[in-house]
């Protein structure tokens, strides 16, 4: 066993046995490495806790200690905000034995859920009873609620429901020293003092452990209208939003935009997905908009819409989902382009945010300048255009010559360079480096370069006041002075 006679983790499984402190090395394997397997640690051990007392005691524990504790979710953070260091000396902390449905109050449209339920299944429970939880992306099969609550998690229906601190109306969150702060009445009017709950929403488990949170439930969509559409430029797209938004108001849920190249390596790398239209395009939009009213006529709604749309010159071509089955096949290149770009080789990934009206010019200077600069790699620009999130992805190009190892290490060398260029630009149009996955580690740097001396000033005292011996998630987000082992 790792650690001798009075050792931290001989402490820990003496306080709370070997049910909770976990120490298989296969366990361990699973929770050391993170999802882009970017960054491979070593954890001292796996805590596995089953109650929000049993965090408490665990904080508490650790805090007296000075041992690092990572809490962690589905581990589907993109940012290396869930893995330990190599150190051997930090505890990962999983909610997922905390998977509890502790409320459902349909008439006030609110739900209380543990940090550790799947994202897919709150989304189901809401169902159940007429409700809809809008919170929905590509790893809600596996993310937790609580590491969407700490990155404040996006997805595809944030231009119409916002994103995931809009859907929170209150949380239970243990802090570093164990005590439990609780604020979570299900109001959606409480002026008494400083809203903590939003400190704690986007701060990566790094001011504390979200345990619970009062979700916000809204009337279930009963009538849906979806179309893909072939749009002849970026620009273009962000007109065709406003058209859609002119005739159509607030029934826009969701509007993604998608280039040839990703429909390409949808169809090429997963079997069954198929091109939704005839013909070429270099941007296409999939957009839906819905009602929760029965038997609404969107479909022609949508139809005139895209007409307007097509004699404006906006449109090229487009299709409306005839049936459930057509509309899930949409929604299937949309969900499956990361995945198809995981099959196709190494990339590198850019989580951006700019202005509506700046965004087709980013595109095309950014992409100008990968096309004129980057022979190592091509440009894959999708994302949710209607909040004016891309994701600005540069896969590796295959080089007869290379060795695939050779040509994804020709891309990789060069990332701090590319990095620089893309964030730089975003930054001169006014936009956000990290529009939805946050910082975690990856992008500690990146925050330091764009963030104003005020605004980490505030940042690092928010984080010593919560944490004052830096055992809360260190290393992610702010690069600051840690007591912790």
Same mark, same amino acid.
């Given at each position: 066993m790792p650690g001798g006679a009075g050792s931290p983790l001989q402490q820990l499984i003496a306080q709370f046995g070997s049910s909770v402190i976990v120490i298989d090395a296969s366990q361990l394997a699973a929770v050391n490495v993170d999802h882009r397997k970017l960054y491979q640690g070593k954890a001292l051990a796996l805590a596995l806790p089953r109650s929000t007392a049993e965090v408490s *005691?665990?904080?508490?524990?650790?805090? &007296?200690?000075?041992? $690092?504790?990572? %809490?962690? $979710? /589905?581990?589907?953070?993109?940012?290396? +905000?869930?893995?330990?260091?190599? =150190?051997?000396?930090?505890?990962?902390? =999983?909610? #997922?034995?905390?998977?509890?449905?502790?409320?459902?109050? %349909?008439?006030?449209?609110?739900?209380?859920?543990?940090a550790g339920c799947i994202l897919a299944d709150v989304q189901r429970a809401a169902a159940d009873v007429g409700r809809f939880? %809008?919170?929905?992306?590509? &790893? !809600?099969?596996?993310?937790? @609620? +609580? $590491?969407?609550? =700490?990155?404040?998690? +996006? +997805?595809?229906?944030?231009?119409?429901? /916002?994103?995931?601190?809009d859907l929170v109306l209150g949380l239970e969150v243990v802090l570093a020293d164990?005590?439990?702060?609780?604020?979570?009445?299900?109001?959606? *009017?409480?002026?008494?003092?400083?809203?903590? #709950?939003?400190?704690? @929403?986007?701060? !990566?488990?790094?001011? $504390?452990?979200?345990?619970?949170?009062?979700? *916000?439930?809204?009337?279930?969509?009963r009538s849906v209208a979806t179309a893909f559409v072939a749009v002849p430029t970026s620009a273009s797209a962000v007109s065709l939003l406003n058209e859609l938004r002119t005739h159509c108001g607030d029934l826009v849920s969701s509007f993604e935009l998608i280039p040839d190249i990703a429909i390409d390596l949808v169809v090429r790398h997963l079997p069954g997905s198929r091109v939704p239209l005839d013909g070429t395009s270099p941007w296409y939009v999939l957009? !839906?908009?819905?009602?929760?009213l029965p038997n609404e006529p969107l479909g022609e709604r949508l139809e005139a819409a895209l007409a307007a749309a097509l004699e404006a010159g906006l449109v090229t071509n487009a299709t409306l989902a005839q049936s459930e089955r057509e509309r899930q096949d949409f929604w299937f290149i949309r969900e499956h382009i990361p995945e198809a770009q995981r099959?196709?080789?190494p990339s590198l990934k850019h989580d951006i945010s700019l202005p509506l009206d700046r965004l087709a010019a980013f595109i095309a200077s950014a992409g100008d300048w990968i096309r004129d600069e980057i022979p190592e790699g091509y440009l894959v620009c999708y994302g949710h255009v209607g909040d004016g999130n891309l994701h600005f992805n540069i896969n590796q190009t295959a080089n007869p010559v290379q060795s695939p190892n050779a040509a994804a290490g020709a891309l990789v060398s060069r990332q701090n360079e590319i990095r620089r260029v893309i964030h730089d630009r975003v930054h001169e149009l006014g936009g956000s480096f990290s529009a939805e996955h946050g910082i975690g580690r990856h992008k500690v740097e990146e925050l330091e370069r764009y963030a104003s001396p005020l605004e980490l000033e505030l940042m690092r005292a928010i984080k010593r006041t919560f944490d004052p011996n830096g055992i809360m998630n260190p290393g992610k987000v702010l690069r600051i002075a840690s007591l912790s082992r």
């Open positions: *005691k665990l904080l508490a524990f650790c805090n &007296a200690l000075r041992i $690092g504790v990572i %809490p962690q $979710g /589905g581990n589907t953070s993109y940012c290396g +905000g869930t893995a330990p260091d190599d =150190s051997g000396t930090q505890l990962v902390l =999983s909610l #997922r034995r905390m998977n509890t449905l502790r409320e459902m109050n %349909p008439v006030n449209d609110s739900m209380i859920v543990e939880f %809008p919170l929905s992306l590509g &790893a !809600e099969g596996s993310c937790q @609620i +609580g $590491g969407n609550l =700490s990155t404040n998690a +996006g +997805g595809v229906n944030v231009v119409r429901y /916002g994103m995931t601190r164990g005590r439990v702060l609780s604020t979570l009445q299900a109001l959606r *009017k409480d002026n008494t003092g400083y809203d903590l #709950r939003h400190l704690f @929403i986007g701060a !990566e488990g790094t001011l $504390g452990v979200i345990t619970a949170a009062s979700l *916000k439930l809204f009337p279930a969509p957009c !839906e908009i819905t009602s929760a099959r196709d080789g």
